[in-house]
């Protein structure tokens, strides 16, 4: 029989970093642990085959929560906007909703996404390809309210704090992200309530979420609580995580914009366990999505021989929604055997995505281009 006994650290008073896993990059051949597992199953992906779908359905856009899913009462909730701003506002989700209000169809995309695919893998949500999903986003746009509480001269920063706590490498926090006031009044930027024309999901924000197109997902602030603005640069926790660097002693360089990505819904159908993908001989249309936060995506290269040969696919228009993702479709003669299928998107500025993505240490931005094996049946 084996009793089970608390830690003896939790019978004394300990410190935050004591009970905070500190950064780490997993070593050769270390497997999925079980906390990256725990993050994994509550941050889950979009499946790649509810890429068929303009807007992703309810329930199958990612999910990235730092924290726990706040409980917010709406009857008792506002938002404070102040700081550095000739009129300070309260306002009430009634009040919110009365505002005159847009909508904007955006692919929303986890600076992560990727990470578990770079070697040595930086050790934290374990994202393969699938964190995106796309939905119509309707809310006021921000420069309206800041617009309303006049934003003073010597604003420098817009410092955009959520309901939810918890504790990160040491250092409790309420989760906030900035942008500086001259991107804050990007008029695509929403104080967003609704989500494919229903209330957002305590998941993805309830009641208000901020929605910042073509931005990487850290900086849509969700439950937004206060809306701060600072005549100095904001430096907190958070922006100084979502940045490109070798190692921890540099500052490294911030995320911002989603670099250009293109996917492939797999093809044919999936083995159970491995997901890998079955297709008989015969003509098989590959299709996926592309999408930049970036320049704007102008192609897709597919190619069938795991990036030796590519060909160009058909990319449907925009449908003014700059800032969703594209579908795109090739048409494949399948031949019996082994394949690698393969997707890249091309931008108006002539960036591609590259075969393998330079590593980092948070595991940021690895847009290395999307490989799918596919084994063709005789008949
Ligand atoms: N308040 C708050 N906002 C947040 C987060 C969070 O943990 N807390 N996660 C961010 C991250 S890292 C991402 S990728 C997106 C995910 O949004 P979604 O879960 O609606 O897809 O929310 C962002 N906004
Ligand atoms: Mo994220």
């Known amino acids: 029989m084996s009793i089970h006994v608390c830690s003896p650290l939790y019978a004394h008073a300990v410190s935050l970093d004591q009970i905070s896993t500190p950064s780490r990059v997993a070593g050769v051949d270390e497997g999925v642990s079980t906390a990256e597992l725990g993050l994994a199953a509550r941050n889950h992906g979009m499946p790649l085959e509810a890429m068929r779908y303009d807007l992703t359905p309810p329930g199958l856009h990612y999910l990235l929560i730092h924290y726990d899913i706040p409980f917010v009462d709406p009857a008792t909730w506002s938002l404070r906007l102040d700081g550095l701003v000739d009129r300070p506002l309260t306002i009430d989700l009634d009040t919110l909703k009365a505002l005159p209000a847009r909508t904007v169809r955006s692919t929303m995309e986890c600076a992560g996404n990727g990470r578990a695919r770079l070697e040595p893998r930086p050790v934290s949500q374990p994202w393969l390809v699938e964190a995106v999903g796309t939905a119509e986003w309707t809310g006021v746009p921000l420069r309206d309210v800041l617009t309303a509480a006049g934003v003073s001269a010597g604003a420098v920063d817009v410092v955009f704090t959520g309901a939810d706590h918890g504790v990160e490498r040491g250092v409790e926090q309420d989760y906030q992200r900035k942008l500086t006031v001259a991107e804050a009044l990007d008029p695509d930027v929403l104080l967003a309530y609704a989500m494919n024309g229903a209330p957002l999901a305590p998941q993805h924000g309830f009641p208000v979420r901020l929605l910042v197109p073509g931005w990487y997902g850290m900086t849509n602030v969700k439950w937004l609580t206060r809306v701060e603005v600072l005549d100095h640069e904001f430096n907190g926790f958070q922006q100084k995580a979502y940045v490109v660097r070798q190692s921890t002693d540099e500052p490294g360089e911030p995320i911002t914009r989603i670099a250009p990505r293109a996917l492939v819904i797999p093809p ?16 098989v249309t590959l299709e996926g999505r592309a999408w930049s936060g970036r320049a704007p995506v102008t192609g897709v290269e597919v190619s069938v021989d795991g990036g030796s040969t590519w060909s160009s696919a058909a990319l449907a228009p925009d449908g003014g ?6 579908r795109w479709s090739h048409e494949w003669l399948a031949t019996p055997g082994a394949h690698v299928v393969t997707a890249r998107a091309v931008t108006a500025d002539g960036e591609t995505q590259p075969v393998e993505a330079p ?11 999307h490989q799918i094996p596919v084994t063709c049946l005789e008949a």
Do not use: I, S
């Open 359 to 369: 590593w980092n240490r948070g595991g940021f931005v690895n847009n290395a281009a």
């Open 268 to 283: 044919g159908f999936p083995d159970f366990m491995t997901r890998g993908r079955v297709v008989r001989p015969g003509l």
């Open 321 to 326: 929604h700059r800032w969703a993702w594209r």
